[in-house]
T-cell receptor
Framework: DGGITQSPKYLFRKEGQNVTLSCEQN?????MYWYRQDPGQGLRLIYY???????QKGDIAEGYSVSREKKESFPLTVTSAQKNPTAFYLC??????????FGSGTRLTVV | DQQVKQNSPSLSVQEGRISILNCDYT??????FLWYKKYPAEGPTFLIS?????DKNEDGRFTVFLNKSAKHLSLHIVPSQPGDSAVYFC???????????????FGQGTELSVKP
């Protein structure tokens, strides 16, 4: 079955640590995205990539970094510079103009 | 600057009745609108969409209405079922946003509860 795999589903981070969230897709979609969801807020775009070895900042990129070395993979690193990292993180791909597919998400909690 | 707004955080409806979820937007450049359904700890799943050249789109129990002059869209679910209980997000995009990666602008979401 084609889809998006996000791992881990739950992640706990100590303050000051960097953590990396995994996103793997086998849909053969070129474009990939990272969104963040906070309670009572919509999804906000962190980073996106339309092609391998290229990525762009979204609306809330500060404190995050990404890489796109393979078409299938778009990992997100939450750095210690992110002041409020506790959130639900969603990876998505896009085919065509508006054919978005979302992964099942990773819940990151700072302890 | 919240370009897409869902002003009702929650909605409770009796099974079999109509659910109406509302969404307002401010950017007149938006030309495509989507509704997503989301369960806790899961990713959103696509429900229905509408292009700005239309004012209505229907898919089974789900109908989306678009009023461009009022910059308002609504999702109607008839009849509502307990399995419809979830958070519903409206999202918008535009051709110029497509050139910026095709990002979606999301509303805050409305939590629908359908009671048996």
């Amino acid at each position: 079955d084609g889809g998006i795999t996000q791992s881990p589903k739950y992640l706990f981070r100590k303050e000051g640590q960097n953590v990396t969230l995994s996103c793997e897709q086998n849909l053969n979609h070129d474009a990939m995205y990272w969104y963040r969801q906070d309670p009572g807020q919509g999804l906000r775009l962190i980073y996106y990539s339309q092609i391998v070895n290229d990525f762009q900042k979204g609306d809330i990129a500060e404190g995050y970094s990404v890489s796109r070395e393979k078409k299938e993979s778009f990992p997100l690193t939450v750095t210690s510079a992110q002041k409020n990292p506790t959130a639900f993180y969603l990876c998505a791909t896009r085919q065509g103009f508006y054919g978005y597919t979302f992964g099942s998400g990773t819940r990151l909690t700072v302890v | 600057d919240q370009q897409v707004k869902q002003n009702s955080p929650s909605l409770s409806v009796q099974e079999g009745r109509i659910s109406i979820l509302n969404c307002d937007y401010t950017n007149s450049m938006f030309d495509y609108f989507l509704w997503y359904k989301k369960y806790p700890a899961e990713g959103p799943t696509f429900l229905i969409s509408i292009s700005s050249i239309k004012d209505k789109n229907e898919d089974g129990r789900f109908t989306v209405f678009l009023n461009k002059s009022a910059k308002h869209l609504s999702l109607h679910i008839v009849p509502s079922q307990p399995g419809d209980s979830a958070v519903y997000f409206c999202a918008a995009s535009a051709a110029n946003l497509y050139n910026q990666g095709g990002k979606l602008i999301f509303g805050q979401g409305t939590e629908l509860s359908v009671k048996p």
